[in-house]
Nanobody, 129 residues
Framework: QAQLVESGGGLVQAGGSMRLSCAASGRTITEAVTGWFRQAPGKEREFVAAIDRSGSTYYADSVKGRFTISRDNAKKTASLQMTSLKPDDTAVYYC???????????????????????WGQGTQVTVSS
């Protein structure tokens, strides 16, 4: 059974940094897109970042320049390095993986939640002001 487990969330002050990790078991992440999404209280879940098979990365405008997504194919893990955190970044962060995809994905595809078939349970990130 495919499973994703996020870790690394917690409480951080505004301006600080945090690294989230996503460990996959029961499936490969090397032939799919790995994405990060987040859901703040009272808001819909939104796209944060993604990395496709080629290693190309995609970011929401709100995090571009502050967050970096990466993937370790050998370890079947993906990470989200977050810097210059703001209170608006407070949310539950989810890791997700698509089905097997083409080598290059499109931005529309990686941003769409319906593209993803396996989701983690989420990890809370709280940024205090």
């Amino acid at each position: 059974q495919a499973q994703l487990v996020e870790s690394g969330g917690g409480l951080v002050q505004a301006g600080g940094s945090m690294r989230l990790s996503c460990a996959a078991s029961g499936r490969t992440i090397t032939e799919a897109v790995t994405g990060w999404f987040r859901q703040a209280p009272g808001k819909e879940r939104e796209f944060v970042a993604a990395i496709d098979r080629s290693g190309s990365t995609y970011y929401a405008d709100s995090v571009k320049g502050r967050f970096t997504i990466s993937r370790d194919n050998a370890k079947k893990t993906a990470s989200l390095q977050m810097t210059s955190l703001k209170p608006d970044d407070t949310a539950v962060y989810y890791c997700a993986v698509t089905r097997r995809t083409a080598y290059y994905a499109t931005r529309d595809y990686v941003m769409a939640q319906e593209s993803y078939v396996t989701w983690g349970q989420g990890t809370q990130v709280t940024v205090s002001s």
